[in-house]
């Protein structure tokens, strides 16, 4: 018993996880999927990777002793070279496998049109630089995220996109800077990614000056600490682990879903058939116990047997559509 709690921990701690992520042309990914698999399984090297014709996107841990050989694994392929590393500070999820998977695209994002070139990207800005272009006059920003995630955190005077998608945010991002092609535009994601994606779709519209944040929001939050940089964001960062959020400033931008009052408490419903992602402040969160809606909260105080046979048919669609008006109804109002 304590022989596999040692391990499992001494595992945790000799293990690295990073990100990368590279727009690049692929002939053949399914060819790349198989490449990486004998490459990295040798190494004991665990994630979640994303291969498309369009490029990669990869999460994984990487046993410290094997950091340089996986580092050189990459460099040899010659689609990744060279590709930056991201390294967490903390431990990002735990894999269980090294899973590979080829898609479609990297982010879905509906575009269709083949002269769409996706390495055509915009400048890439670090914290100082963002900083330094985002007080410009004519400067327009713009959050490529969903709203879920702009609604508890942004930049100051940065237009929120009101979608539930990437592939809607695309053309909301364009409806938003209308036929003014000239003025600079700064765009913002989480970790970059999207914005690669962002910037080549509005350089594709005519757009002629525009911008990303390099790393996004979390790289972003990272070097304005390191290097004492004024924070122009304000409120929390959304992020895609259990913890749903980050606190970048003690700004609270949202309000609570249920009673209005100021709150940036993101949640999950409590009813695991309906789940919807909301803001419930802590008062809420008692009275409703944790659930969205009134009726989720009664779906909840449903015996046991019932709410079992519920999961069992996958029954209930109404707490889900009932919340989904919901939010958008308190969203719009
Ligand atoms: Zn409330
Ligand atoms: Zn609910």
């Known amino acids: 018993m304590l022989a596999i709690l040692y391990h499992s921990l001494a595992k945790d701690m000799d293990s690295i996880t990073l990100s990368f992520y590279r727009y690049v042309r692929l002939e053949n990914p399914a060819d790349m999927r198989q490449t990486l698999l004998v490459a990295w399984e040798s190494l004991g090297v665990l994630g979640r990777v994303y291969l498309a014709h369009e490029g990669i996107n990869a999460q994984v841990a990487v046993p410290a002793v094997a950091m340089d050989a996986f580092r050189a694994s990459v460099d040899a392929l010659e689609p990744f070279a060279k590709v930056p590393f991201k390294i967490a500070v903390q431990h990002g999820p735990s894999f269980e496998k090294l899973r590979i998977k080829v898609r479609p695209k990297l982010v879905a994002d509906g575009i269709e049109d083949t002269s769409f070139d996706v390495t055509d990207v915009g400048t890439h800005l670090d914290a100082q630089t963002f900083n330094a272009l985002a007080s410009q006059e004519d400067v327009r ?30 053309p909301m991002a364009k409806a938003l800077l209308g036929e003014d092609k000239d003025a600079p535009v700064l765009l913002y994601c989480t970790g970059g990614i999207r914005c690669e994606k962002a910037s080549a779709y509005l ?10 944040l ?9 070097d304005v600490r390191e290097q004492g940089l004024p924070n122009l964001f304000r409120g929390k960062n959304f992020v895609f ?16 879903d249920q009673c209005s009052a100021a709150s940036d408490d993101i949640r999950n419903c409590a009813n695991d058939m309906c789940h919807v992602l909301f803001i419930q402040c802590s008062t809420c969160a008692l009275a409703y116990g944790g659930a969205c809606s009134d009726a989720c909260k009664q779906f909840l105080a449903l015996p046991e047997a019932e709410r079992r046979a519920a999961h069992a048919g996958n029954a209930h669609p109404t707490a889900r559509k009932g919340i989904r008006e919901h939010t958008r109804y308190q969203k719009g109002a």
């Open 241 to 256: 682990d259990n913890r749903l959020a980050e606190r970048i400033s003690d700004d609270v931008v949202s309000h609570c």
């Open 141 to 170: 920003i713009v959050d490529m995220r969903n709203q879920y995630e702009s609604r508890i955190g942004h930049f100051q005077d940065a237009h929120l996109p009101d979608a539930d998608t990437f592939e809607q945010a695309l």
């Open 214 to 222: 390099h790393g996004g929001i979390i790289q972003y939050a990272h």
């Open 203 to 212: 350089k594709h519209h005519g757009y002629k000056r525009v911008h990303q």
